[in-house]
């Protein structure tokens, strides 16, 4: 503990944001950093705990509190305040493979267990922990590892999201040959065209897709899986495989097809077009909505009324999207309650705090519209369409859940409004089959790949799963956790023990 009295002397302080006039311009990253003073101060802060609850990643009353992957923090705190950036990294990668990722986009759990914030403000961990990887990639820390001694064992990692990612950059570490295959044009799964690019820019991924090139891990864009290659033949050229293709089976809406209406869109699907927009030209990153490499999505967007469907931080973030490509309005149906503004008695610290949340996106249409977008215990009972079949308006509905957990329609409380693009962002269901089937991978009631409790290897010989498609929809941290977890058994499997 370099400063017994930080948390007494030194206030909260997070990295800035762009004025929100300002940002809605363009899809540049929403933050700015503090000097290094600045941030070696909010090291200061860090108390040291003698049971740091910030890295426990354990369960309480249901939800996870604290880093599951039980990051350092208190140690790397420590070397951010005196200075020690370098051994601060050491710290940091001795964890958690993707810092810069977790560091964008993580709802940081720790923050929530940081014991500051029982009764005051938690400490920075998670503004801390970017500085430190920006920092190390600016001084020319981010050199690659290649391994000195290969093992001659080959594993094939489906799927290029964090999951895949850290399995392969474990693997590859250890000394295996790892080659990863992606169906789509660019590795990086859901970091890459399922966040937008001012929440986590798409350089900062790519920047360490070419860092694992480097270190030796093969990438093969644009290869699906069970579709342009079988199963047989990667079973029979590999030594494992790993199965880390998400759940992207995305939770409909009875009352809107996308394949039926026009105008109605998964989020995913949305925020993917978005993306694959921007990046059409590799100088375009964070160009306005007002650039010509928008002028396709942008057509989806500019003048509409568009309703969004889910209140998690993907419905956020398709409130942020559209807003920059000139929607006329928004509003974001939540079919939960509104959650109190502070802790209920019910939910004490270390817990997940269930409280009110006000994110970028919200914030930007509060600013912007003049009110909060979000409609809380309602959600879409029927739309309405023009002789084309496009979208023109929603009939919205108030809902609340019966004492036995049954969605309950309020009669009465039905309500048409303008809607001419609807985004559903309303969580997922599980993988999609295919590439379980492929390899005769037995799935779970919830639609995800079976394995023993806490374990990896599925029922199927050489082939193993990891992330979303393993614990169904989750957070990056817990995919990178996943990852790690899947390549310590792979390598045990592989070599009849493991040092990982």
Same mark, same amino acid.
């Given at each position: 503990m370099g400063k017994p009295t930080g948390f007494l002397e030194y206030d909260r302080a997070e990295d800035g944001m762009a004025p929100v006039r300002e940002r809605i311009k363009n899809f540049d990253t929403l933050h700015t950093e503090l000097s290094e003073e600045e941030r070696r101060e909010q090291g200061a802060r860090c108390m040291n705990c003698g049971v740091p609850f910030c890295q426990s990643g354990m369960k309480l009353s249901g939800m996870v509190t604290g880093c599951p992957l039980h990051n350092l923090i208190p140690e790397w705190n420590d070397q951010v305040y005196k200075g020690h950036f370098h051994?601060?990294?050491?710290? *940091? *990668? %001795?964890? +958690? +493979?993707? #810092?810069?990722?977790? $560091? +964008?986009? @993580?709802p940081a759990l720790c923050e929530k267990a940081c014991i500051n914030g029982e009764y005051g403000d938690s400490v920075t961990i998670r503004d801390n922990e970017k500085y430190i990887i920006e920092k190390a990639y600016a001084n020319g820390w981010m050199e690659p590892r290649i391994p000195e001694v290969r093992s001659g064992k080959k594993v094939a990692v489906i799927g290029s999201g964090p999951a895949g990612l850290a399995a392969a950059d474990t693997l590859n570490h250890r000394g295996h040959n790892v080659t990863v295959f992606e169906r789509d044009d660019r590795a990086g799964g859901l970091l890459m065209y399922g966040i937008p690019n001012m929440k986590l820019d798409k350089r900062v991924v790519e920047r360490r897709i070419e860092l694992m090139k480097k270190e030796g891990v093969e990438f093969k864009l644009g290869v699906n899986v069970g579709v342009d290659v079988t199963a047989e033949e990667l079973t029979k050229e590999y030594d494992a495989v790993i199965l880390a293709c998400g759940a992207k089976q995305a939770r409909g809406l009875a009352a809107a097809d996308p394949a039926k209406v026009k105008g109605v869109f998964f989020a995913v699907d949305f925020l993917s077009m978005v993306t694959k927009d921007l990046l059409k030209g590799e100088e375009k990153y964070g160009l306005s909505a007002d650039s010509a490499s928008l002028s396709e999505v942008k057509k *989806?967007? !500019?003048?509409? +009324?568009?309703?969004?469907?889910?209140?998690? !931080?993907?419905g956020n973030d398709c409130t942020g999207t559209v807003i920059r490509l000139g929607a006329k309005s928004v509003t974001a149906l939540e079919m939960m309650p509104k959650p109190p503004v502070e802790r209920a008695a019910n939910n004490p610290w #270390?817990?997940? #705090?269930k409280v009110l949340k006000t994110d970028y996106g919200q914030e930007e249409a509060i600013e912007k519209f003049g009110g909060d977008p979000r409609v809380y215990e309602t959600t879409v009972k029927s739309v309405k369409t023009d002789k084309k079949g496009q979208l023109t308006s929603i009939t919205t509905v108030k809902v609340h859940f019966t004492a036995d957990r049954k969605l309950e329609?309020? %009669? $009465?409380?039905? %309500?048409?409004? #303008? @809607?001419?693009? *609807?985004l559903i962002a309303a969580g997922f269901t599980g993988c999609e089959k295919y590439t379980a089937d492929a390899f005769k991978a037995a799935l779970t009631p919830r639609n995800v790949i079976e394995t023993e409790p806490d374990h990896y290897k599925t029922k199927v010989d050489k082939v193993f799963t990891a992330g979303d498609m393993h614990r169904g929809q989750s957070l990056v941290v817990w995919a990178i956790t996943e990852g790690r977890a899947a390549a310590k058994e792979v390598d045990e499997f592989l070599m009849g023990y493991t040092n990982i």
């Amino acid at each position: 503990m370099g400063k017994p009295t930080g948390f007494l002397e030194y206030d909260r302080a997070e990295d800035g944001m762009a004025p929100v006039r300002e940002r809605i311009k363009n899809f540049d990253t929403l933050h700015t950093e503090l000097s290094e003073e600045e941030r070696r101060e909010q090291g200061a802060r860090c108390m040291n705990c003698g049971v740091p609850f910030c890295q426990s990643g354990m369960k309480l009353s249901g939800m996870v509190t604290g880093c599951p992957l039980h990051n350092l923090i208190p140690e790397w705190n420590d070397q951010v305040y005196k200075g020690h950036f370098h051994h601060a990294l050491s710290r *940091l *990668l %001795k964890t +958690n +493979n993707f #810092p810069e990722f977790t $560091g +964008n986009v @993580c709802p940081a759990l720790c923050e929530k267990a940081c014991i500051n914030g029982e009764y005051g403000d938690s400490v920075t961990i998670r503004d801390n922990e970017k500085y430190i990887i920006e920092k190390a990639y600016a001084n020319g820390w981010m050199e690659p590892r290649i391994p000195e001694v290969r093992s001659g064992k080959k594993v094939a990692v489906i799927g290029s999201g964090p999951a895949g990612l850290a399995a392969a950059d474990t693997l590859n570490h250890r000394g295996h040959n790892v080659t990863v295959f992606e169906r789509d044009d660019r590795a990086g799964g859901l970091l890459m065209y399922g966040i937008p690019n001012m929440k986590l820019d798409k350089r900062v991924v790519e920047r360490r897709i070419e860092l694992m090139k480097k270190e030796g891990v093969e990438f093969k864009l644009g290869v699906n899986v069970g579709v342009d290659v079988t199963a047989e033949e990667l079973t029979k050229e590999y030594d494992a495989v790993i199965l880390a293709c998400g759940a992207k089976q995305a939770r409909g809406l009875a009352a809107a097809d996308p394949a039926k209406v026009k105008g109605v869109f998964f989020a995913v699907d949305f925020l993917s077009m978005v993306t694959k927009d921007l990046l059409k030209g590799e100088e375009k990153y964070g160009l306005s909505a007002d650039s010509a490499s928008l002028s396709e999505v942008k057509k *989806l967007v !500019d003048g509409k +009324n568009v309703v969004v469907v889910g209140g998690g !931080d993907t419905g956020n973030d398709c409130t942020g999207t559209v807003i920059r490509l000139g929607a006329k309005s928004v509003t974001a149906l939540e079919m939960m309650p509104k959650p109190p503004v502070e802790r209920a008695a019910n939910n004490p610290w #270390p817990e997940w #705090p269930k409280v009110l949340k006000t994110d970028y996106g919200q914030e930007e249409a509060i600013e912007k519209f003049g009110g909060d977008p979000r409609v809380y215990e309602t959600t879409v009972k029927s739309v309405k369409t023009d002789k084309k079949g496009q979208l023109t308006s929603i009939t919205t509905v108030k809902v609340h859940f019966t004492a036995d957990r049954k969605l309950e329609e309020e %009669k $009465g409380s039905e %309500k048409e409004i #303008p @809607c001419e693009l *609807l985004l559903i962002a309303a969580g997922f269901t599980g993988c999609e089959k295919y590439t379980a089937d492929a390899f005769k991978a037995a799935l779970t009631p919830r639609n995800v790949i079976e394995t023993e409790p806490d374990h990896y290897k599925t029922k199927v010989d050489k082939v193993f799963t990891a992330g979303d498609m393993h614990r169904g929809q989750s957070l990056v941290v817990w995919a990178i956790t996943e990852g790690r977890a899947a390549a310590k058994e792979v390598d045990e499997f592989l070599m009849g023990y493991t040092n990982i």
